[in-house]
Each structure stands twice: as C-alpha cells, then as structure tokens.
Nanobody
Framework: QVQLVESGGGLVQAGGSLRLSCAASGRTLSSYAMGWFRQAPGKEREFVAQITTSGRTTYYADSVKGRFTISRDNAKNTVYLHMNSLKPEDTAVYYC???????????????????WGQGTQVTVSS
C-alpha cells in the first residue's frame, strides 16, 4: 500500500505560481502512474494532469494545458505539479493519486486510481 502526502498549497495572486509536491511512502512510486485532481467547493473532483511511470508521457486537462506541468522524481519518490499563470478559477483542493500500472493511456477519472492523498488547498486571489 502506498501513502501519499501533498504539500505546497497556499494563497497566491492571479498570475502567480506555485509548485505542489506529492511525497509517497510505503512503496516506490516507480511502478505507479500518478495523477493530480482538484475539487472546488460545490463541484465534482476533476482531472488536472497525469504522468506515466517512466515520466515520458503526460496528459493535461484543457483548462490547464500550457500553464501546468507535471513531473516526477522516482529517486525521491515524489511527484510535482508546477502551476504558472494561476487564475482565480484554479482555486480548489488539489489531490494527488496513484495507480499501480505501466499503462501509457490517459487515466482521467478518479475511479481509475486506487490511492489518494489528503489534499492541499490552493487559493488564487484576483
């Protein structure tokens, strides 16, 4: 079983940047596809980004494409979400998720991931 802990959230002005981290324990992340999701108040949890086990393939939601970058450091057992040009509509709780698979297809629904972190709040002020 893998445990995930997110960090790096906070309050930032529109146009600013944040880097979220997702640290894993219990298992090495090298055999897990990793995803980031977010949930705003009153809305459903939505897909943000995904990275395959090797890190060679990434997927993004259209709403963040060109502004967010997902990356991973398997040696540190950590996945990152670099967020630039933040907008007020990016305000949400951000969750990282893990699925033990070497598949390189897009995993864009929360039901495709077995392990979740507790989330970190990102608030973007206008």
């Amino acid at each position: 079983q893998v445990q995930l802990v997110e960090s790096g959230g906070g309050l930032v002005q529109a146009g600013g940047s944040l880097r979220l981290s997702c640290a894993a324990s219990g298992r090495t992340l090298s055999s897990y596809a990793m995803g980031w999701f977010r949930q705003a108040p009153g809305k459903e949890r939505e897909f943000v980004a995904q990275i395959t086990t090797s890190g060679r393939t990434t997927y993004y939601a259209d709403s963040v494409k060109g502004r967010f970058t997902i990356s991973r450091d398997n040696a540190k057992n950590t996945v990152y979400l670099h967020m630039n040009s933040l907008k007020p509509e990016d305000t949400a709780v951000y969750y990282c998720a893990a699925e033990r698979t070497y598949r390189t297809t897009m995993l864009a629904t929360q039901f495709e991931y077995d392990y979740w972190g507790q989330g970190t709040q990102v608030t973007v002020s206008s």
